[in-house]
């Protein structure tokens, strides 16, 4: 029995908009999903990995699926032991540099990834790894920005052709095509990958003491290192959030009522425990703006 290998993040999923509306995003993940599986034969394993954020699929997204798909949490575990016949590259983004949506390189804070001398993204960088373990790639679906500039041969499904009565039906035709191919594997780019980092993060880890890694041996070097990338960044983030906090608790008005922004008081009700990094930054521009303060007396990250 042959074996397929779906590898899924969310940017590019046909009509997401918003990253956190986690049932909407459920609810196209299903017909997506739903629309790249119905091709495939019954002979077909299918391994469906989700690499978006923590890996866990939103809601009740598992449940609806057929069990017999083995569900997998990020990429760092697949079993590549298995023999694979082909993979699918599915809802995938463009690089930080690229003007698409949801434009960015693994990491806000990575400002350019680069392959050898050049610059790459996601797609390229996953498409590579598989590479390495003989894993030909037959179908990437992605927004037409950046399938202009992507050079595999393989299928291309463009999230943005169609309309909604046509698009998945599309899709399932593009699934067909990568199907009924000629699969050829793509050569392995053993080439240094390298990262800078934006300069905000630069200036922090400097000014933190961190030890970040920046260069490395490969494309598999880097993916082993890849989890561990997070805990300065999200250290710094971390250390970011205490100064925010402290500071919107020096910096609060004296009254409530002198918040008139209605979209201020809604983040000021919200639930802490749900309070995000852009949530703090919004609301202690709105009080140093009561104070007529145009100066912060801490750094924040300028938002993406």
């Known amino acids: 029995m042959d074996n397929i290998l779906i590898i899924i993040d ?9 990253l956190w509306d986690n049932k909407r995003n459920e609810d196209l993940l299903y017909k997506e999903i739903s629309a790249i599986i119905n091709p495939i034969p019954d002979s077909m394993d299918i391994y469906l990995c ?11 997204l598992v449940e609806k699926l057929n069990p017999e798909i083995n569900i997998i949490k990020k990429i760092r575990n697949i079993d590549f032991s298995i023999d694979y016949k082909t993979a699918f590259l599915v809802g995938f983004h463009g690089k930080k540099s690229d003007h698409c949506r949801f434009p960015h390189t693994f990491r806000d804070e990575i400002e350019i990834l680069s392959l050898g001398e050049k610059e790459v993204g996601e797609i390229e960088m996953v498409t590579n790894l598989l590479s390495y373990y003989k894993i030909p790639v037959s179908l990437i679906s992605t927004e037409a920005s950046v399938i202009d500039y992507l050079d595999y041969d393989c299928i291309y499904h ?14 399932e035709n593009d699934v067909k095509k990568a199907l009924n191919s000629e699969i050829s594997l793509f050569k392995f780019d053993d080439s240094k990958v390298k990262i800078i980092y934006n300069n905000y993060v630069q ?6 003491e ?17 989890p561990n990338l997070h805990i300065p960044l999200n250290h710094i983030i971390s250390k970011d959030l205490e100064n925010m906090f402290e500071e919107l608790v020096r910096n609060r008005p004296e009254s409530l009522e002198l918040v008139k922004d209605e979209n201020i008081r809604k983040l000021l009700d919200k639930d802490i425990s749900l309070i995000t990094y852009l949530d703090l930054y919004d609301i202690s521009q709105y009080f140093y703006k009561i104070k007529d303060n145009k100066s912060a007396k801490f750094e924040l990250q300028p938002k993406e």
């Open 10 to 18: 969310l940017e590019g999923i046909i009509g997401v908009e918003d």
């Open 50 to 60: 989700y690499d978006h954020n923590d890996g866990i699929l939103p809601g009740n």
């Open 158 to 171: 463009d999230i943005d052709k169609g309309d909604m009565s046509s698009i998945y039906l599309n899709l």
């Open 203 to 208: 200036r922090r880890v400097k000014a933190l």
């Open 210 to 226: 961190l030890d970040i890694k920046i260069s490395f041996k490969d494309t598999i070097d880097f993916f082993r290192y890849l």
